[in-house]
DNA sequence: GTATCAAACGGAAGACGCTCCGCTTAACCG
DNA sequence: CGGTTAAGCGGAGCGTCTTCCGTTTGATAC
């Protein structure tokens, strides 16, 4: 008959604590996947490969990583905490002390930023399924961060808008924007800019 | 040696004839792939089972429609060219005669109308690689579509914001807000509305 | 009818994502 | 230390998309 486990602190469980084998594990594979990602670009990343120079069985990435996107959310972990970081306590414009409007569009510019260094990963990570790009932490993450905003800002129906606003973030119309139509940067934060402006110019009628 | 091929309508060459024996199997596939869906869903329709079910090799459903994507849109097509007619030469609100912002939201909504009945379609006909969905010919007559609406209405940078809206018409985005946040489609309708709103709210600063 | 050739065909083979399940091992307890 | 158990591990195997290339065939010219 199974003994019921002690539980040493039944304070603070987090979502489970991981096994040194298995942190062990997951580091060597971010390596591995990074190492490869340097080397021979992103398509070389394939879980196989991943795992042959991490020197574990496939079944071993998909155990830490669940998938595909799932290893390249991990990939771009560093940059997606620096970020919420940012603009949840950060220093303004980003983070809390500047008007939400100004926070708004400091997050849009800061979020094509990250594209413009990490397109490829962010594109592989938007990849499971139709949906699969709104189900995830960093997503719900930004999303309510961008809601609040929106709402502090008096903008009308800041839960679609927010969804809006993060799906013009997209990966895949970033690299098409960039990469085929050729826009700059700038231009492509200008637009979002004016789209801002439009949202913000309805809702609160006049801010007196 | 080779000789020449005669030619004998040296006019009005089009994207190329298909060989008889070609258009036969055209039609066959696509109404296997319909088949397929119908009794079995979306799932079932691989490129494997499309061959199989309509007797030819797989070669033969590559060589049709390049990928699985190709197949998807040409599933599309009758829906496709019968929106295109629509927008293009069908009567107001869609087509000409009522006024480009007017003219806008119709689009919108009408795409939205096609996305509720064909959603798992859009989504596979958007998978290709990141950037597929703004390199087919369906896309890009929307989006010159759209961008002349706009430019019409007296919007600030069309171009921008033609390809914008069309993102917000992505079959991820509205499989997400549909049946995953629950909106209803004269929800996600609204939310365009609004949006369309804040964008003609700008540009011309007081048509008069 | 016959010759010719580009187009089309078929299906084996490759690559990749992902699952499944029997075996191993870290972690904890007494 | 030895027992127990959940977590982790490995890798064969499946399903799918896609490519490649040798063979076949429809369309055309003569």
């Known amino acids: 008959m199974p003994r019921p ?3 040493p602190l039944p304070l603070a469980d987090g979502p489970a604590p991981e ?3 298995a942190a062990r594990n997951r580091e060597v594979l971010l390596a591995a ?10 398509c070389a990343v394939s879980m196989d490969r991943v795992a042959r120079l991490a020197g574990v069985g496939i079944g071993t990435v998909y155990r830490r990583f669940t998938d595909r996107c799932g290893l390249a959310l991990a990939l771009l972990g560093d940059s997606e ?12 414009p980003l983070g809390p ?3 939400p409007e100004t926070r708004i569009r400091a997050f ?33 993450t930004a999303r309510t961060h961008l809601s609040w905003l929106l709402t502090e800002a008096g903008a009308q129906d800041p839960a679609y808008h927010a969804d809006a606003l993060l799906t013009l973030l997209s990966a895949g119309l ?6 085929e139509l050729h826009l700059s940067p700038e231009r492509i934060k200008a637009g979002l800019d ?15």
């Not at 905490?81 to 303004?92: D, I, K, N, V, W």
């Not at 970033?174 to 990469?179: S, T, W």
């Not at 004016?194 to 007196?208: A, D, E, H, I």
């Open 81 to 92: 905490r620096q970020f919420q970081a940012a603009f949840l306590t950060g220093p303004p």
């Open 19 to 21: 096994r040194a084998d």
């Open 194 to 208: 004016s789209l801002v402006t439009g949202l913000l110019s309805q809702g609160t009628p006049s801010p007196n």
């Open 97 to 99: 002390g500047a008007a």
């Open 174 to 179: 970033f690299q098409h924007h960039r990469h």
């Open 108 to 140: 849009l510019h800061c979020y094509i930023d990250r594209l413009e260094t990490d397109a490829e990963l962010h594109a592989i990570a938007e990849t499971s399924s139709p949906t699969g790009r709104y189900n995830n932490g960093a997503y719900r």
């Open 5 to 7: 486990r002690h539980q």
């Open 33 to 42: 996947a990074r190492q490869l990602m340097l080397s021979e670009g992103i």
